[in-house]
């Protein structure tokens, strides 16, 4: 997978832990997907992707992926939203390095996205 962006140029280089490259099922639908630990005190990795845009709605088979997952020592709190048919997720987290490494989590998934949508 080629990625049309520097990342390091994204995150400082400090909070930069190891970088994978994968591929996941997103409803039939296979996403390339790059992850990528924010390390601080605590550690989050974040993990993103896109098949890209496929002309239209789902229906079209365009898919994106993105998950985020306390590593060690993050204070982060995931609930649900159900309401009738649709749905939805809280994610909170608690501390001021949470918080620096959400902000890092959320630019990297931008530049991911962003990158590969323009594939």
Do not use: W
């Not at 909070?15 to 997103?26: A, K, M, P, Y």
């Not at 639908?29 to 990528?36: D, E, F, G, I, N």
């Not at 605590?42 to 985020?68: A, C, M, W």
């Not at 306390?70 to 501390?95: C, L, M």
């Amino acid at each position: 997978m080629k990625m049309k962006f520097d990342i390091v140029k994204i995150i400082a280089p400090s909070e930069l832990g190891d970088f994978g490259i994968s591929t996941r099922q997103v409803n039939g639908q296979t996403v390339p997907t790059l992850s990528c630990e924010i390390i601080s005190c605590p550690i989050l990795e974040v993990e993103v992707g896109t098949n890209g845009k496929q002309g239209g709605d789902s229906g079209h088979g365009g898919r994106t992926y993105f998950s985020v997952q306390d590593v060690a020592g993050t204070d982060i709190t995931v609930t649900p939203i159900k309401n009738d048919d649709n749905g939805g997720v809280v994610i909170e987290f608690g501390g001021d390095l949470e918080l620096e490494m959400f902000i890092s989590a959320l630019k990297f998934a931008v530049a991911v996205l962003e990158a590969q949508s323009e594939q």
